[in-house]
């Protein structure tokens, strides 16, 4: 176990998102009631450097989050960062009520091997003592998470060569899922008693989480994102990845572009989404998601707000997870904070991750 990886800390930490083709990074701090934004910025990746979500050149890793480091203030060097993809496994346990943690930590060792498809010892552990168990008060429910130690210590040494200090490794569909108190103003009041699902779509992996009052029911990673329309725009235009990846943010595209390229697409996610709502709802106790929250770079793609809402009947907003942070302490030019806060959807991991600076648990 990487203990030192979890252990609590005071300090503002930095929200690290390590994506396949960008990375973001996020710094906030909590005064009283309201979250202020310090910084926030965005480095480009080579594609080289990930798969999915693994790191493939730890090097190349390195030298982008240290371009990314001259960007922050120099006195914070502490950072979350996250694990996600098919390395990454989380559930739900139940144990007995009375252990302590040292307890629980004992026990979830010895039944390690049965829980984790993996050698115990190519595996690096966490839990988190959740509520107490509807269905049987002397059990309390554990959230037991667990990852390739491969991938997290690559992420930590690349993180080592940029002179940076991983203090915590989260998985992603938490941050994510933490992140959503940030985007609680673009939902009706009665939001906490509903089911929200909250659906990140990036270049390769579309995450999941499906959240009711403050509690994660239901979580999924899938090998599908935004790459998909990219390269059928580089195919169909013939034009270069950068091209193609511009070409879809401003919509410089032939009138047909609709018909050929974005009606497919759009098609393809309404197809993943309506899949994972569907596995949500027949694997836990719940018929229904009451509204969904998109974010991620796909996510602003024209019109897919739209087409989900129609097609799947759920109440369907783009993420604003910076909408409503203040950013008069910010250490940015305004033109910065413009541009940052017009991708703000593509922040929403990256702000879950700094949020770990005052709420130290999981969710």
């Known amino acids: 176990m990487l203990k030192e990886l979890f252990e609590n800390t005071n300090a503002l930490l930095i929200g690290i998102d390590i994506g396949s083709y960008a990375v973001k990074a996020v710094l906030l701090e909590k005064v009283e009631e309201d979250i202020r934004v310090l910084h926030c910025a965005t480095e480009s990746m080579p594609k080289s450097a990930m798969n999915e979500r693994d790191l493939q050149d730890i090097e190349a890793v390195g030298k982008v989050l240290s371009r990314l480091r001259k960007k922050f203030p120099k006195q914070h060097k502490k950072v ?6 098919s390395t990454v496994i989380t559930k739900t346990v139940y144990m007995d009520v009375n252990f302590n943690d040292e307890e629980l930590a004992t026990q ?6 049965s829980l984790i498809p993996y050698p115990i010892e190519e595996v690096s552990i966490d839990f988190e003592r959740l509520e107490t168990n509807a269905s049987d008060p002397s059990k309390v429910n554990v959230l037991l998470s667990a990852a390739r130690t ?3 210590e690559a ?12 203090k915590v490794v989260d998985v992603e569909t938490y941050a994510l899922a933490r992140a959503l108190q940030l985007c609680h103003y673009q939902l009706p009041d009665d939001y906490q008693d509903k089911v929200v699902g909250v659906i990140d779509l990036g270049a390769q992996i579309t995450l999941m989480c499906a959240i009711k009052n403050g509690q994660v029911l239901f979580t999924r990673d899938q090998t599908f994102g935004g790459d998909i329309y990219t390269k059928n725009i580089i195919s169909f235009y013939n034009k270069s990845y950068e091209e193609a990846e511009l070409a879809k ?3 410089d ?3 047909n572009y609709e018909y050929e390229v974005l009606a497919p697409f759009q098609t393809s996610v309404i197809q993943q989404v309506r899949r994972s709502v569907q596995i949500f709802t027949t694997s836990t106790a719940e018929d229904r998601i009451d509204y969904l929250i998109l974010s991620g770079g796909t996510a602003v793609v024209e019109g897919l707000k739209e087409v989900i809402e129609d097609e799947l009947g759920i109440h369907c907003v783009v993420a ?4 409503k942070l203040d950013f008069t302490t910010a250490d940015m030019s305004a033109h910065e904070r413009k541009k940052y806060t017009a991708e703000s959807a593509s922040f929403m991991i990256a702000c879950g991750l700094a949020m770990r600076s005052f709420n130290a648990c999981h969710i």
């Open 253 to 255: 595209l032939p009138p």
């Open 155 to 166: 992420r930590v040494s690349a993180c080592d060569l940029a002179g940076l200090q991983a």
């Open 80 to 85: 979350a960062i996250a694990v996600s993809g």
């Open 108 to 113: 979830i060792e010895i039944e390690a091997d």
């Open 320 to 323: 604003h997870p910076l909408g």
């Open 249 to 251: 943010l401003t919509s």
């Open 150 to 152: 491969e991938s997290v």
